[in-house]
């Protein structure tokens, strides 16, 4: 199984205000950075996040798997 190192259970980040923009692009940068990591399209990823007073908070991330992507992380040996 390919290895690599997980964020804590929840991924929290400070902004000085609530700006609605600075949050989407976090959420974007975490998505795109997951894509990578699993080589899966963005779509194939989904964040959970929520924000109150200011912090941002990922409370879960969902990989969509297709059985192409099954398959290949399979003879790639990283889902033993």
């Known amino acids: 199984m390919k290895s690599f190192t997980a964020p804590p259970p929840s991924i929290i980040a400070e902004y000085a205000d609530d700006n609605t923009a600075s949050s989407e692009i976090h959420l974007g940068r975490v998505r795109a950075s997951l894509a990578s990591i699993m080589k899966v399209p963005l779509e194939?990823?989904?964040?959970?996040?929520?924000?109150?007073?200011?912090?941002?908070?990922?409370?879960?991330?969902?990989?969509?798997?297709?059985a192409g992507d099954i398959s290949r992380l399979i003879q790639r040996g990283e889902m033993q």
């Open 44 to 66: 194939a990823i989904e964040i959970v996040a929520s924000e109150n007073r200011g912090v941002l908070e990922i409370r879960a991330a969902y990989v969509f798997l297709s």
